[in-house]
């Protein structure tokens, strides 16, 4: 199957900074990319969807300021928190969607990454 | 509104048990995509299985059996003879079909399999 990494996989940070999450696909071309967060021992949840040159679409609830989502190129797409807080400590999970998975919704997740706010 | 219900958030076995996994849905579109995905203590969502809604044959893979019935809007998640390694967190998935294609998941199941 098709390979989705994120970069870095764990990051500590002292509250206020920014934080910034790269999510890949690594062989082929992702026309869509998600983002997920996943508190512990709780299930994903969808924070955006962005297609490739265009804006992110927020789910409710999600901050767009704050999360600032880029999807500049077909194989890259990258997350930012803002002024992370504690409360913004979790797991985030991108996912991927090339042409061919568009009528099936096929999508290729990456490992997770860790964010510890202190 | 897409939704997904499993209702059982942790299971325990002993190896070599068999155990099933539990998810009823809700959707009001006829076409839709059912998944299940197994996320071990790494994290990493490792995929199983997709099925759409106008397959309702059961399929069998290895000791991983699903089972699919549109009448109870379940897709259920069997695994025959349990190992150590499958214990994890299994999530049942659902999405819309054609361009609508968000992913609602379930809370999660916890499967502990003990020696």
């Known amino acids: 199957g098709a390979v989705v990494s994120q970069h870095p996989s764990r990051v500590i940070c002292k509250s206020g900074t920014s934080v910034k999450i790269e999510c890949r696909s690594l062989d082929f071309q992702a026309t869509t990319m998600f983002w997920y967060r996943q508190f512990p021992k709780q299930s994903l949840m969808l924070m955006a969807t962005?297609?490739?040159?265009?804006?992110?679409?927020?789910e409710q609830g999600v901050e767009k300021d704050k999360f600032l989502i880029n999807h500049a190129s077909l194989t890259l797409s990258t997350l930012t928190v803002t002024s992370a807080h504690p409360e913004d400590s979790s797991f985030y999970i991108c996912s991927a969607r090339g042409i061919l998975g568009e009528e099936n919704n096929e999508q290729f997740f990456g490992p997770g990454t860790r964010l510890t706010v202190l | 509104a897409q939704k997904v219900t499993q209702a059982q958030t942790e299971i325990s076995v002993v190896e070599k048990e068999d155990v099933t996994l539990d998810c009823v849905y809700e959707?009001?579109?006829?076409?839709?995509?059912l998944f299940w995905y197994k996320q071990p203590p790494s994290g990493e969502l490792v995929f199983l299985i997709r099925?759409?809604?106008?397959?309702?044959q059961n399929e069998i893979s290895g000791r991983y059996s699903w089972n699919f019935q549109k009448s109870t809007s379940s897709f259920n998640f069997t695994i025959t003879a349990s190992q150590v390694v499958d214990s994890a967190v299994y999530f049942c998935a659902l999405s819309r079909g054609g361009s609508n294609y968000k992913l609602t998941f379930g809370k999660g199941t916890l499967l502990t399999v003990n020696p």
């Open positions: 962005s297609n490739e040159g265009s804006k992110a679409t927020y």
């Open positions: 099925r759409n809604s106008f397959d309702e």
């Open positions: 959707t009001r579109d006829t076409t839709y995509y």
